[in-house]
């Protein structure tokens, strides 16, 4: 894997942050939204990426086991997923969120939409 280096203003980085797992997924859709060519493929090294652990155990679930319909629809993150979805909520409501606690609060939503089309296809699937 390469390794791309930049100069960028403080505040930038600073904003920038919380999203630092993300980088390489965000430039490969800003190439797509500016239309610039590449011939290069999209590679992730799931040794060197730094998945947060909602997005493991989804992705071990879809991948490895591999569901049937009938056990995507019953899917539930585990209790230690959704323990942690209530802390973030209850500090979201409390407005003491951290740039990083934010961006978790993100992969939680996008995990539960991203499920709710799933179940959406598996019950439509089935009926």
Do not use: H
Not at 45 to 68: C, M, R, S
Not at 121 to 126: C, E, G, L, T
């Amino acid at each position: 894997m390469a390794e791309f280096t930049i100069q960028i203003s403080d505040e930038l980085a600073q904003r920038l942050e919380p999203l630092q797992n993300r980088l390489p997924e965000l430039l490969w859709r800003l190439l797509d939204v500016v239309n610039l060519p590449t011939n290069i493929q999209p590679t992730v090294n799931p040794e060197t990426t730094n998945i947060p652990a909602v997005y493991q155990e989804v992705i071990d679930f879809l991948i490895i086991k591999g569901p049937k319909p009938e056990e995507i629809i019953n899917f539930k993150v585990s209790f230690q997923s959704q323990t942690r979805l209530q802390e973030l909520l209850e500090k979201n409501r409390s407005a003491t969120l951290d740039q990083m606690e934010l961006a978790e609060l993100d992969v939680y939503e996008q995990l539960e939409q991203m499920m709710i089309l799933l179940k959406a296809r598996a019950y439509s699937a089935i009926s």
